[in-house]
């Protein structure tokens, strides 16, 4: 099991002279723990070490209050560090207003979590008022076609697709479905492949240039570790996208993966996903996603 940073920090503090204050012995051993939290929790190597340093500078400055221990206090300068630095607060979906429909276009690999995620999002939306329409842009595999259409049935959220292997058609009669269907919002899936290929991404970024949609979201997997900021990375270099759903949290990634991806990409994380039902999808908030960092 697991010690939380808290307990870790706790016994080192107790082990040293002078525990009533933060000096430059006890900061150092207390990095030591942090750091390893940090990397065990699947934080990236780079992003953990900057970390260190800046809580180590942060802490230092720091008059420990007599209410609290040396070591509360260190994870509290943790905490605060961590969910700032993964956007402070929820940042929601920027839908215009104005444009009929507001236009999502989610991209991932296959297996991320893609097409649930639409699935799940198109009921949110519905929840809240909406009339949206999905549209099935993975052209090549028909499962992925039938899975969306499955899962539109669960959600109640018709689904659009056309039987030939053209995405771009796909996605053009798709708005042009949802303008004559008064839909208010489209969600686009479009095609994933096990890896990143040259083929995908050239797609991806005409559907882009081609729709200008409001929300160009990536979808990930949290389970990929330090695959998924590179996966990230190179989305978020050819596409540019706006945010990041970070999928299968159900599962036992600490989520380091969530602080990584967004020091690597500077594009905040919207949602989580947190199994396999239509339900099961979250808003991303830093300060809950620091606290299961830190363990
Ligand atoms: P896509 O290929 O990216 O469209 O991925 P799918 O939406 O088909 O999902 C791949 C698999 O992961 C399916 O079996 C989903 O049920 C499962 N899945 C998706 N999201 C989650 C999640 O948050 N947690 C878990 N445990 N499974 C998920």
Known sequence: ??????????LTFKK???QATINEINIGIAMRDIKRALLSADV???VAKKLVEDIREKSLGEEVIKS???AQMIVKIVNDELTELMGGENKPLNLSPKKLPAIIMVAGLQGSGKTTFCAKLARRLKKNGKNPLLVAADVYRPAAIDQLKTLGEQVEVPVFSIEEPDAMKAVM???EAARAGAKDVLIVDTAGRLQIDEKMMAEAEAIKNALKPDELLFVVDSMMGQEAVNTAREFNERLDFDGVVLTK???DARGGA?????????????????????????LFYPERMAQRILG
């Open 1 to 10: 099991m697991f010690d939380s940073l808290s307990d870790k920090l706790e």
């Open 44 to 46: 990236n190597y780079k």
């Open 249 to 251: 949290l159900d599962g």
């Open 16 to 18: 040293l002279a002078g």
């Open 173 to 175: 009669q798709g708005l």
């Open 258 to 282: 969530a602080l990584s991806i967004r020091q690597v990409v500077e594009k905040p994380i919207k949602f989580i996903s947190i199994g396999e039902k239509v339900d099961d999808l979250d």
């Open 68 to 70: 609290v221990s040396p």
